[in-house]
């Protein structure tokens, strides 16, 4: 193969962390498909979102790990707050919490969209970021209205990087204001970066911009060895975010 061309890799169950592929070598289309197969042990996820990489399959297919140029991101303190988005949250519509139901959450993320899409999030996928949250890796804000779940995201925390995964509002603004609030607490707790993976219109009408993937990386390399603020993550039970 002549040097420098971008090659597709299938990496070994168990060992992805130690034979990650340069991201380099992502192909162009699809937009970052870097390799297949693997494993989604808590190892090997947090290995690859370091290294700007983040699996997404559907069911029947192979693990499947991505790491597109650009990338899309939100820093927290920029967040853009519309007018009738700030209505919304001075109206107090709706009870948010930290970490109260991740599997909600993520159940939520899974459910079939309106425009009638299937979900990239498997049983395994389910289980494997189930574990991650145990381990205090994966976290999620739920959006509540008169007590029912309406809303949510989630995402893996590393360092100084949020990485978000998925968000669902069966409310409208719902999952807007679960994405506020987790940008106003990150940016409280020293968070640099919340990666969004790929851009669509609703993120950019937030803030989102595009990082060339080595600026994207570059950033990876030092925020995910710095320490957020101690009091991340450390909402009081009794004493829900807002």
């Given amino acids: 193969m002549t040097r420098g061309v971008p090659r597709f ?17 992502a192909l162009t289309e699809p937009n970052g498909l870097l390799a297949a197969h693997g494993d989604l042990e808590p190892a090997s996820l947090l290995e690859a979102y370091r290294r700007g990489v983040f699996p997404w399959f559907s069911a029947g297919q192979p693990i499947l790990w991505w790491s597109p140029d650009p990338r899309a991101v939100l820093y927290p303190s920029a967040f853009h707050v519309s007018r009738s988005l700030a ?27 309106r425009d009638g899409g299937g979900t990239w999030i498997t049983d395994d996928m389910f289980d494997a970021y189930a574990t991650l949250h145990r381990q205090g890796h994966a976290h999620s804000v739920e959006c509540r209205h008169d007590g029912e779940l309406v809303g949510g995201m ?20 719902a999952s807007k204001v679960a994405l506020a ?57 009794e004493q829900p975010a807002r």
């Avoid at 890799?9 to 070598?25: H, T």
């Avoid at 948010?96 to 991740?102: E, K, L, P, Q, W």
């Avoid at 989630?154 to 603004?173: N, P």
Wanted: hydrophobic share 45%; net charge neutral; with cysteine.
């Fill in 154 to 173: 989630y995402g893996v925390a590393i360092g100084r990087v949020f990485f978000g995964e998925s968000m669902f509002s069966r409310m409208t603004d």
């Fill in 87 to 113: 209505r919304t949250l001075r109206r107090g519509h709706f009870e948010v919490t930290i970490d109260r139901d991740f599997a909600g959450v993520m159940h939520g993320c899974a459910a079939p969209r």
């Fill in 9 to 25: 890799y299938w990496i070994a169950a168990q060992r992805y962390g130690v034979g990650l592929p340069p991201v380099d070598e």
């Fill in 181 to 237: 609030t987790a940008c106003g607490l990150l940016a409280a707790w020293d968070y640099a970066l919340f990666d969004c993976q790929v851009s669509n219109p609703h993120l950019v009408s937030l803030g989102a911009v595009l990082l060339p993937r080595t600026r994207f990386v570059t950033a990876l390399s030092i925020l995910c060895g710095q320490e957020p603020a101690k009091s991340a993550w450390r909402v009081l039970e």
